[in-house]
């Protein structure tokens, strides 16, 4: 039987096995006079769960393991000539081939040995697939019979349940710590090998960029240089142009919509400005690439001024049009803490409402602010689609925002896009940078969260 | 200590600086109410660069040419046999009645445009009508048939620039003059925009397979981060007893919610295609990507809205003999439920527009086929756009724009229906 329908029949006889439980629970209780410990759905719980998880648990083993098992199985038939010193790649293409002449896909003329082994591919799949209908059928049945076995008045179907359940919300909860532990591990072992290609110094201290690779060993030219320094000026570079523009009108925005607006204009706008956060960023780059660089070298060639077509400037600048909102809606937040009596307070001694403001309401909410916009930092550093579309890809060291400069995330892209080998200093160097791209955003990320929870605290 | 300093002098003072002071609170004032404009005025922008580029994309020009379809040239054996129709070159057909059309043309460089003057698909229709209807051979028809997609821009004004209009164009545009004049060109609806997958020839290329791989895309994503986020909202605010362990949760969660979406590409990448072995550009890989993304937003959102269940109601249900599951499942849950699910279709809608963690896992192949399962080959729409944006063809340049614009359609209905359930169920305790 094919995975899917296994599946589905498996699900199917959970139903039946709960409908019929509850129905027999009834009836127990009914016939022998005696209450049940639990509610009769219950006992329908139990003996599903103990119908579907066996036979679903021996799926999942399938789904993991069948592949690699069938895998060898197959490539032992072939003759031990074509494996011999066959890279990792040339493997992988002998069992697409197997797997495609084992289909029926194959196009072209196919060779005996392949068709050896994919014969017995064919052979071991079959098997499997039976063994598999009978082991998890078998499993299901059992689990089912053991569960009806134990139903009685005073069997406690409710605890078990629960004891279910909560492994299972437990188990949810963990992926957070899973995923964090996949990236920091997936991340960190491939930049140690890359490290131990390009030495570590010669990574963090460089300051040329240009990874290329020498196809052959007699090739003039790039040998492939991975200095980080210009990629990560370049990306502070167009994060700080995003800051400048996100942080005065986002930080002005929510002092009038917190302190000035009127309910319904603050009811109005709010949003409005809020629906700058929900564009996609590929929508962003494409406007960037569009509108603004076009219209900012124009600009420049009018006044004299010359803007390259991928500059710094109309990158940072769409970008931080993005990043309003997030400037704004936590600064609103904070701005919204600071408690009355510190406003009645300086209302009291004469200070007008933006004197207000600016001397008491504004460093009140400081900590929070400044929380808010390391978050707002932290989302412009790791920020992708918009340079990747509206920044170059040379990586120049400088410091001007009307020239073009690179970026981290756009050099990840460019690494990664296409073919992908793992072995060559030049895919390796992607995952490198997105380790420095994770500490970064990471650290970046814990102080802004601590310095906003300290000050949650502070009014609470 | 003022004894000596006359009654008035502090007041003089204050009055003095007053109209200062209220010129500083008007300036305060204005600057507030200016970036908000500024705010809403890059919306706008926006908007109107978007759509003013892309809305003539839903329409395409279509030539009404009178076809001779002669047997001498689709089928020169007489057979009427299907393979021999299939094969026939229709491009002459066409290519005879736009040049008794135009008869002054006779220049080579001339008759070189005019041969480039319909679309590469005006072929497929012809050979489409003869295949379904052999009885039109030997006569003659009005059909209507797209034409190439640089004339299509001429035609919708699309190409203004001294730049775009060498030679060749001037040709066109002479030409697409003298058939508006006999009324044989106009622009129609474009279907096939929507129905299409992607393809190298702008006149082709479609949106559909796009969307049906970010509809796969995203039943994995909510299939999965939406029990598994409840689920975990639940117990990290119901049943997690408050120690280190808990606490390192929390702070996790907090993280993912800012960790750059780039860098959940790379775990795809490395785990799910490297070490798993899934398909690359497949559906099923996007969504487990995009769920990982998504899950710390429907976690912090469920969290919050759980908390907002007073505990009268946890306390009744114990109070009358509920174990803390049922309490959790039958009473606080269904309170809760509109405000997760507000929030998981905030975070879908945020999967929905996400690009660069798919770059990293292939989904920018180049595929035209419209997939057909969680594992074939696929595209999502943002990534359809950037490959878009990045063709130099000059008519990809308004799909573009329109395929954002059915991308912001898709995203302002889920965030509408998000607005919508929070309105509808919203509870104030």
Known sequence: MEKSTLFLLILLASTLAYLSNTWRARTLAETSGQKLHSLPGFYGYYTALWCALPGLFLLLLWLLGEGSILTTGALARLPQSLLDGAAPEQIQLLVNDIKSVAQGSFEGQIDPAIQVAADRFSELTQWSRILLTVLSITASLSGLLFAQSRINTDFRARNHVETVVRVFLI??????????????????????????????????????????????????????????????????????????????????????????????????????????????????????????????RNMGAEIGLEISSESALAAGLVMGIMIIPFVSSLSDDFINAVPQSLRDGAYALGATQSETIRQVVIPAALPGIVGGILLAASRAIGETMIVVMAAGLSANLTLNPLAAVTTVTTQIVTLLVGDQEFDSPKTLAAFALGLILFILTLCLNIMALRIVRKYREQYE | MSDQSPRGHTLDIVMAGLSKRRNAEKRFRFFGLASIVLGLVFLLVLFISIIGNGYSAFTYSNVALDITFDPAVIDPEGQRNPAALAAADYDTLWKASLLKLFPEVTERQEKRALNAFMGFSADKRLKDMVIKDPGLMGTTKTVWLPVDDTVDLLFKGKLGNEEELNERN????????????????HSSFNREFFTNGDSREPEAAGIWGAVVGSAFTLLITIGLSLPIGIAAAIYLEEFAPRNRWTDLIEVNINNLAAVPSIVFGLLGL????????????????????????????????GRSALKSVPPSVREAALGIGASPVQMVFDHVLPLALPGILTGAIIGTARALGESAPLLMIGMVAFIVDIPKTFTSAATVLPVQIYLWAD???????????????????????????????RRRYERRW
Not at chain 1, 175 to 186: C, H, N, Q
Not at chain 1, 238 to 254: E, H, N
């Open chain 2, 170 to 185: 001037q040709h066109y545009q002479s030409w697409i003059k003298t058939l508006k004049d006999q009324d044989r060109i």
């Open chain 2, 270 to 301: 490395a785990v799910f295609i490297n070490f798993f072995g899934l398909p690359r550009s497949s559906p099923l890989v996007g969504g487990l990507v995009l769920t990982l993304m998504t899950l710390p937003v429907i976690i912090i959102a």
């Open chain 2, 391 to 421: 063709s130099p063809e000059r008519a990809f340049n308004e799909r573009t724009s329109a395929a954002i614009m059915v991308l912001l359609a898709f995203l302002i209905l889920m965030n509408g229906f998000a607005v919508y359930l």
């Open chain 1, 171 to 296: 188990g949810c909860a963990l992926t957070a710590i899973f995923t964090t532990i996949g990236i920091v591990l997936s991340v960190l072992i491939e930049s140690i090998r890359f490290f131990n290609m390009v030495p570590i110094t010669d990574f963090l201290f460089g300051l040329k960029w240009s990874p290329q690779i020498a196809m052959r060993a007699d090739q003039a030219g790039s040998s492939g240089a991975f200095g980080v320094i210009p990629l990560l000026t370049g990306t502070l570079l167009i994060s700080m142009v995003a800051l400048l523009v996100a942080v005065p009108i986002g930080l002005l925005a929510a002092i009038y919509l917190s302190e000035y607006a009127s309910p319904n204009f603050r009811a109005i706008a709010k949003p409005l400005i809020e629906i700058l956060a929900g564009i996609p960023t590929v929508v962003y780059g494409f406007f960037a690439a569009l509108v603004v660089a076009p219209f900012l």
